[in-house]
């Protein structure tokens, strides 16, 4: 097969992580007979600086043309200290959402074995959870219209919803549940919020066409409690973009690290591929952040946008490879774990 | 001391639970000479059912001549089953918040040790924890104007805060952290919302008139993963209308249930007190529902309401008292709990 894939760095650990991404697309492509050719475009803050943009008309128009993406992440502390600045690194992540229509943001939540331990929470609340997101990427409060009032002193964003962004990503999410435990909890804020009371009614109608998959309505306050206290309930989620982000992010901590979760990002030409995790200038530059992510991300892309499920799989079995015999980054390691067995993030790239 | 406390009961569990809240205050003014004198006002499906107002005048002018109030909770499955009902429940809650003025929601979250392995989270991540939640509560997106529009294709909610209400609860937080380990943890998601922008910018602002208390801004995905992560990394947390629901949810499960969890609603006038678990209509009726967040409801009352501290203290160790000697609702009970020790609503009504 021959492919082009965009590698997307962006900012912060997000170069050091897709660098090993990368590398495990290149040994797969070997190992497989593929083409692969790959090139690089700038995004966030990187982008800003060079060019006061965070998303450049030249990326936007290579990625328009290529095949997939392997994106990082975006983020920069100078923005998060200076809430007044204009030009931001998360622009040009959102504008790329919108112009690339990727409106389904896939989070598979699986907890590897060998990492039952790593979590904050108890291995028998853990074992055998299996989840998988369905988050809607490219409305809601973060694209309605927003902007200041009254001299600066009154700010707002617009959360809305429309009919057809509910139904194609609730379609999207009916039909995985199918090939799974045939569950669809759909959580949204229907008790306030009346962009809620549209999603649930649309869910609800949706649901009638897949009679065989259960579906059960939460509210996001107690969805964010359950998914602690019992995450072996959930099977695939559905939800919005602003209480998608926050969930995911949580439910990270079924799955030990941030550092191990991968997710999709699609709709209806191109797929975007990233870890969940931000760029985390705490640890960039040190060469410890966990690439697995990034690499599992390559493994949804095979999967995802090329159709290459045995080399998707040939992946992940390396990660387990990796694990069962007990190499960690720092992230995922614990007390136990012999100093000669922790990797950084290149040593854990050469041994996937 | 003489004084008024009028009891909501609201939907669901609220009667049964606010039962119990009400005999433990009624003991309390025996055994330290107080006058309370009570009375009773409808609120959520059960005004609504009476007067089709879920919030009745009668009841919202009781609130307002009274000195403090005692809240169950409201809503309805029927409600949550039809979102295209008009009137709901939850409407006679916020309008109450609203008319009332009470803007600052404090959620006090701490593990009993006797409950350290009640929860899904490990012991080890949980002992010493104790997170001091302070939501906002008559702003944000739950009363930002909210409609449909485009043939109900569309719906929205706007998301909106003033410089003024976000000064006055960060105040509350700032001096609570004052009294507390000195920490402020804002959360807000800057990186994409106008809203928060204005909040983190005004947060900045207020923190410099408080030099001893050191603040930590994070956004709302990663507080909600950390929240689980590092539980003990947290002191006062200062959150808007809708993060602050979702991560009080959340953390109910560092206290081993939602049933151990008492809130306080002030302001400028009169305080109201209220369980954060809502009517639980799954286990209405069959009086298992736990009562000691609304006892320690009542606990708040007397000390912030009436500056009652040892009144208060005296609450809080009957609830450690009854849970040192073993004795479990359902909810907080596991494997070890002997079934003698096992008590309904009103029998733990009665030991407290
Ligand atoms: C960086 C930020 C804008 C982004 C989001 O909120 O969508 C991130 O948290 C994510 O989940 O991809
Ligand atoms: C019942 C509902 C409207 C309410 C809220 O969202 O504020 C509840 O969840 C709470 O936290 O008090």
Chains 1, 2 share one sequence.
């Not at 700038?42 to 450049?56: K, Q, R, S």
């Not at 502390?77 to 600045?85: A, E, G, H, R, V």
């Not at 759909?186 to 579906?215: F, H, I, M």
Request: proline content about 4%; cysteine-free.
């Amino acid at each position: 097969m021959k492919k082009k894939i965009t590698i997307l760095p962006g900012d912060g650990i997000g170069k050091e992580v897709t660098t090993e991404g990368k590398r495990v697309l290149q040994k797969i492509a070997e190992l497989f007979g593929h083409e692969f050719t790959f090139d690089y475009a700038a995004i966030g803050h990187d982008a800003i600086e060079a060019t006061n943009n965070p998303l450049p008309d030249e990326t936007l128009s290579k990625l328009k043309s290529t095949d997939a993406i392997l994106f990082g992440a975006v983020g920069h502390p100078k923005y998060d200290n200076d809430p007044t600045l204009k030009v931001r690194p998360e622009q040009g992540l959102l504008k790329m959402r919108k112009e690339l229509g990727l409106y389904a943001n896939l989070r598979p939540i699986k907890l590897f074995d060998e990492l039952l331990h790593a979590s904050s929470i108890k291995p028998e609340i853990l074992k055998g959870a299996d989840i998988l997101f369905f988050r809607e990427l490219t409305g809601d409060v973060y694209f309605g219209e927003k902007g200041r009032k009254n001299n600066d002193n009154t700010a707002y964003d617009l959360m809305i919803y429309h009919r057809y962004e509910i139904e194609r990503i609730a379609h999207k999410a009916f039909k995985a549940a199918q090939s799974r435990r045939k569950k669809v909890t759909s959580v949204d804020k229907a008790n306030v919020l009346e962009s809620s009371r549209l999603w649930r009614e649309v869910v609800q109608q949706v649901a009638k066409e897949y009679p065989d998959v259960t579906v059960e309505h939460q509210f996001i306050d107690s969805a964010a409690m359950k998914l602690i206290q019992n995450p072996r309930s959930f099977d695939v989620v559905l939800t919005g973009n602003l209480f998608g982000d926050i969930l995911t992010d949580e439910a990270s901590q079924i799955a030990g690290s941030m550092g191990m979760l991968a997710s999709a990002s699609i709709g209806d030409t191109v797929g975007l591929y990233e870890p969940i995790h931000g760029s985390a200038h705490d640890i960039t530059g040190k060469g410890i952040a966990n690439p697995l992510a990034s690499i599992l991300s390559a493994s949804l892309l095979l999967d995802i946008s090329f159709g290459l499920k045995e080399e998707a799989t040939a992946i992940i079995q390396a990660v387990e490879g990796v694990l069962r015999a007990g190499f960690r980054t720092v992230d995922i390691a614990d007390a136990t774990t012999p100093k000669d067995k922790m990797l950084n993030t290149q040593m854990m790239g050469d041994l996937i």
